[in-house]
């Protein structure tokens, strides 16, 4: 009984002998590979870096020779696919939008590249430059466009009232009578633009638009 016992322990000390020996060299296996995995991961994240770092430098080329909307394409595609922009992505960028007179755009990357870098960034002092003209070049933009906005008015023209020549009075609406409304009632008084006729002459009611028609003082 004792005997068999002692075998039965035996062989399991000499199983669980076999199977530490089985795996540990799986377990260091395992590691291999999980090591393999990670270099590969490391290799693809540097050669996508490698990729990004040459659209950019390409980028930085085309801008260089003049070729602002080729060099867009490439800085936006390198935006597109990076996770976190480099600094100095936000530097060229926004240099690249002033020379496409895009300038808002230009001061936005250009204040976030001195915002990451401060003064003492490689081209800490280049941008300030560029913000500075790119500053003035959104400044005139805005003027162009808020002068380009100013509104033609009918009140700059002169009206052609067809062959008559004469208009219906627009203050009376034609019935010589202007009713106001008080907290007494209506008040009628008659109508001081158009002397009981009704109508305005073509000359009067081009004044009459340009606030230039002087009432006449018996409206009461
Ligand atoms: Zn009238």
Redesign the pocket.
Known sequence: MAAITQEKISIAGALALLLLLISSPLLAQDDVEREKLRELEKQREYQKTRVITARLDSAIELMNLGQYELADVKFRSVLANVKSVPSDLAYHFGKNSYYMEKYKQSVDWLTKYIQLKGTTGQYSSDAAAWLKKAEEGLLQQRQVQSAKAVEVLSRDFTIDCGPTGKVV?P??N???V?IRKTYLGDKYST?G??KKT?Y?SCDEYNQLIRGQLKATADQH
């Open positions: 009075c203050v009376c034609g019935s010589t202007v109508c633009y158009c009704g305005l």
